[in-house]
C-alpha cells in the first residue's frame, strides 16, 4: 500500500457500529497525513463510489475512534500529524463508468479512481483514472493538470502554505512558477496545497515544495533515491533519516534559474520513476 499508494495501513474489514451497519475495506493515513478509506471491487461495480461517500461521513463522526486507531498501528507521534480537513477516499475496480468519473469531479468530498488490471504471472498494475480534490478544499487545487496558478487575495500572488514566514519576493514567484511548469510537465500531475508544503501527485507524491523567503530559496523533495545521484553541497541533499516538512528523500535548493535548469534531469528521474 506504501509502494503503491502512499498509504500508510490501519485496519482491514473495520466495522462502522450498529447505526452506520458496514465494514470498511481498508482504512490508513497517506503521506500527507490524511486519513484514508479504501474500497475495493472485483470487476466493475457503480456501487463503490456511493458506498465510499458513505463510509467518509462516518469518518467524520468517528474522529476520535480513528485517531485512537492510529495511535494503536502508528503511535504518539502520527495522532498529532492528521490533518483532518479533508479525509479522502481511493476506489479500487476493474473500471469505472463515465458517470462515476464525472460524479468524482463534482463531489464534496476528495476521490480517487483506481483501475486495477492483472496479468500473467501475478504482476499487479494501478492506474489513477479519475481524482476529484472535492469542494471542501480551503485552497482547491485543481485535479490532473498541466498548469497551477496558486492564487491568493491578489491576481498573480502566490498563496504559502502555514508553514512559509515572510511575504515572497518577486524573483521567488517568478521562479516557483518556472518549477511549477516544470513539475507538472510529466503527465496529468495533480497539485495539492497542504498545510505546510505543496504536494505533485501522480497516485502518490513525487515531489513536494516548500518557501523559504527569507533565504530566497524554494526547497524541493523529489522522491528519489539519493544513492543515485550524485549529491553538490548547496544544491542537493540525502534527507534520509532527517526530519523535514514534505516528502521525498532528496532535496534540492533552488535559488536561481540555473539552479532550476540543473534541477531538471533530477525532477524528470522522480517523475518518470512513477
Known amino acids: ?3 503503491m499508494l502512499g498509504v500508510r495501513f490501519l485496519a482491514s474489514e473495520y466495522p462502522t457500529g450498529r447505526w452506520h451497519r458496514g465494514r470498511i475495506d481498508t482504512l490508513g493515513l497517506d503521506e500527507n497525513n490524511t486519513p484514508v478509506v479504501i474500497e475495493f471491487k472485483k470487476g466493475s461495480d457503480s456501487g463503490v463510489l456511493p458506498q465510499a461517500v458513505s463510509y467518509l461521513t462516518w469518518l467524520h463522526s468517528a474522529r476520535f475512534e480513528f485517531e485512537a486507531l492510529v495511535k494503536e498501528r502508528l503511535g504518539s507521534e502520527a ?3 492528521i490533518d483532518w480537513r479533508n479525509p479522502r477516499a481511493i476506489c479500487i475496480a476493474a473500471g469505472f463508468s463515465h458517470h462515476d468519473r464525472v460524479a468524482v469531479l463534482d ?3 476528495p476521490i480517487d479512481l483506481v483501475r486495477y488490471r492483472v496479468f500473467d504471472g501475478g504482476l499487479l498494475s494501478l492506474l489513477l483514472v479519475e481524482s476529484g ?3 471542501a478544499t480551503s485552497v482547491p487545487p485543481q485535479p490532473r493538470r498541466r498548469r497551477t496558478p496558486l492564487g491568493s487575495g ?4 502566490l498563496a504559502l502554505p502555514q508553514a512559509t514566514t515572510g511575504p515572497a519576493p518577486a524573483c521567488l514567484r517568478d521562479l516557483y512558477g518556472e518549477l511549477d511548469e516544470a513539475l507538472t510537465a510529466w503527465g496529468e500531475v495533480e497539485v495539492r496545497m497542504l498545510r505546510h508544503y505543496v504536494a505533485y501527485r501522480l497516485m502518490v507524491n513525487r515531489a513536494s515544495v516548500i518557501f523559504r523567503p527569507s533565504h530566497g530559496v524554494i526547497l524541493t523533495y523529489l522522491s528519489l533515491d539519493p544513492d543515485t545521484v550524485v549529491l553538490e ?3 542537493s541533499r540525502d534527507m534520509r533519516g532527517i526530519g523535514h516538512l514534505g516528502t521525498g528523500d532528496l532535496e534540492v535548493r533552488i535559488a536561481s534559474a540555473a539552479d532550476l535548469e540543473k534541477a531538471g534531469p533530477l525532477i524528470r528521474r522522480a517523475f518518470e520513476a512513477a
Not at 491578489?154 to 500572488?157: A, L, T, V, Y
Open 233 to 235: 553541497e548547496g544544491f
Open 79 to 81: 495522532v498529532e500529524s
Open 1 to 3: 500500500m506504501e509502494v
Open 133 to 135: 480534490a472535492g469542494s
Open 154 to 157: 491578489n491576481e498573480g500572488e
Open 107 to 109: 463531489s464534496p468530498r
